[in-house]
């Protein structure tokens, strides 16, 4: 894949636009993956630019894409996949978090820290452009703990949505600070098993649990809440595993957004349905390009 360095409009908001708007127009009834012309047309862009759109953002070409985050591509996902939660993936030096995917490793928080609510963390954060959009980023003394994503006129948001969960800790806002590390994130070619991304998790003891469990569905896989529930040994507990998968504060990287209804349904997604569909569609072409 072309690092996200020579290519700077890959990771430009208005390319993630158009993205979401080709999405949105796949998903009406109607539109066929092979129709090319059309969703050029929809887009109001020739078909080049659109051929080229795509090979930049992701290495497919549209009609590839367009079957990635086609409705059904979840359930794909979840054929001949019962053993994925099943198998021990190795966090850290010593192996992948998960294949062909972003090597980390992590920690939970101290929980004196949690149960203050934040308080004697210092977090700096800022806002870095991505594949999916603006995203805000937080690193504490303890490594990265958040990733939000920030539409177009909701930043504030998208930095209250993760500073609300910590009111206690210390703010400084620095965007050329985390910049780098957004790179590391989001580039495939910085992704290093040699230097790996380090996270803290902060939440409570099942959020955390429930969170290990998401790293270990590895990018072109899927697992439902009910699988994520019999992992974590709480077989009915699908509803807490669903309010935990939708409080998980390190976005991406935790890949709450390969989590699926037991139909294959791409249900709920904090950071909505069209931006669940771009990052499986996002994936599935890195995953075409090994």
Not at 101 to 113: R, W
Not at 166 to 174: E, L, V
Not at 184 to 200: A, E, G, N, T
């Amino acid at each position: 894949m072309t690092p996200i360095s020579q290519l700077p409009d890959m990771t430009s908001a208005e390319t993630y636009r158009t993205i979401a708007r080709a999405i949105e127009y796949l998903s009406m009834p109607g539109p066929e993956a092979s129709d090319i012309a059309g969703l050029a047309h929809a887009l109001s862009i020739s078909e080049r630019q659109l051929v080229d759109m795509f090979r930049r953002w992701c290495g497919l070409t549209p009609k590839s894409f367009a079957q990635a985050v086609a409705l059904d591509h979840a359930r794909k996902l979840l054929r001949d996949n019962m053993s994925v939660l099943d198998t021990t993936y190795e966090l850290g030096l010593s192996g992948p978090s998960r294949l062909h995917d972003l090597f980390v490793t992590y920690d939970a928080v101290p929980p004196g820290i949690y149960r203050a609510k934040g308080a004697g963390l210092e977090v700096t954060w800022g806002y870095a452009p991505s594949p999916f959009g603006k995203v805000c980023l937080m690193v504490t003394q303890y490594g990265v703990a958040g990733i939000s994503f920030a539409d177009d006129g909701k930043e504030q948001y998208a930095f209250e949505d993760l500073a609300s969960r910590w009111p206690n800790a210390g703010y400084r806002r620095d965007d050329n600070a985390v910049a780098p590390i957004a790179v590391r994130i989001f580039d495939p070619d910085r992704w290093d098993p040699q230097q790996p991304v380090r996270l803290v998790m902060i939440g409570s003891q099942f959020e955390i649990k429930v969170w290990e469990t998401l790293l270990k569905v590895p990018a072109g896989r899927a697992a439902t809440y009910g699988e994520v529930a019999r992992a974590v040994g709480k077989p009915n507990a699908a509803r807490a595993i669903g309010r935990a998968v939708g409080r998980n504060p390190i976005s991406f990287v935790v890949p709450c957004h390969r989590i699926v209804g037991s139909s294959g349904a791409l249900t709920g997604y904090h950071w909505g349905i069209v931006r669940k569909r771009a990052i499986l569609g996002w994936e599935a072409g890195l995953l075409a390009s090994q």
